[in-house]
């Protein structure tokens, strides 16, 4: 039996362990917005915003960040990251892995050094002025947002006042409001009922011009028929008077004409209607028949 049990033995063989393997997780396909590298500030902070939300919502890892954000660059971006690459690999410097890194490289190359102080100087003179409501408050938000100030509401909702224009300020102030948002809409409908006052007033205001008009219109007409009515009798006038020279003009010469046959004036020989002809023997004068 021991015989037996030992020969079984040797020939048995004990079954491979099963080791469990974790399923490699499927990341989802990402893409991001282009960048070009153009000098504008807001453009790149907007890019920037909306890489980082898209990171977000779709748990890009630290390592897949800096390569699928290289990869959106496009033009003078593109060639600005490959001579960063160069250049850190001819002075043995550690690659860029992470996104922090990268993000700060390219503020550096985008963001002057002076920005947030200019923004903290828009900020401090933004008055609503040709705004709306609602484009005034955006605009202060995203101020706020740049420079990275967190204030208490209280102070932001003085801040709004303050800028907002002396037409709405004026009505909202005797007010009540809880917060920044129940001020906001209390201004937007101040903004309206003004805007629909400045409408009735401007339709009273043409309406008025058009009957205005019209009756000007009237006595512009009148006083037009009048001064041609004038024109044409001091037309008939001159006319009249240069009749009047012409026929003055041509008796005038009619008279300077004298007959040599009759020694009368007024007319020619061919032309005399008296038969006597005139003759001169010395100092007397003669008529005689034709």
């Known amino acids: 039996m021991h015989d037996d049990s030992l020969a079984l033995g040797d020939h048995f063989q004990q079954p491979p362990r099963r080791t469990h393997r974790t399923p490699k997780v499927k990341e989802s396909r990402v893409d991001l917005p282009y960048f070009h590298g153009k000098d504008d500030v807001e453009g790149y902070l907007d890019w920037e915003t909306k890489v980082e939300q898209i990171f977000t919502c779709h748990q890009v890892s630290e390592e897949r960040k800096v390569s699928l954000a290289t990869l959106s660059f496009q033009g003078h971006a593109m060639y600005w990251w490959t001579s960063l690459v160069r250049d850190r690999r001819l002075h043995n410097d550690p690659p860029i892995q992470y996104w922090n890194e990268l993000r700060s490289a390219l503020r550096r190359r985008h963001i002057s050094s002076y920005y947030t102080r200019e923004l903290i100087n828009k900020l401090q003179r933004l008055h609503q002025k040709n705004m709306t409501v609602e ?156």
């Open 135 to 290: 484009e005034y408050r955006q605009t202060m938000e995203l101020y706020l947002m740049r420079v990275g100030i967190r204030e208490e509401e209280d102070i932001t909702i003085a801040r709004f006042l303050s800028g907002l224009t002396f037409e709405i300020r004026d009505k909202v102030e005797l007010l009540p409001y809880k917060d920044l948002n129940d001020l906001v809409q209390l201004c937007i409908k101040v903004e309206q009922q003004n805007l629909r006052k400045n409408f009735k007033t401007s339709s009273y205001s043409s309406s008025y011009s058009k009957k205005d008009y019209k009756s000007k219109g009237k006595t512009f007409e009148k006083k037009n028929i009048f001064d041609s009515s004038k024109n044409l009798d001091k037309g008939k006038e001159k006319e009249k008077e240069k009749e009047k020279k012409n026929t003055s003009h041509t008796s005038t010469k009619s008279s300077e004409i004298k007959c040599f046959k009759c020694l009368g004036r007024g007319h020619i020989a061919s032309q005399c209607p008296n038969k006597k002809v005139m003759i001169l023997r010395g100092q007397d004068i003669y008529s005689s028949q034709d």
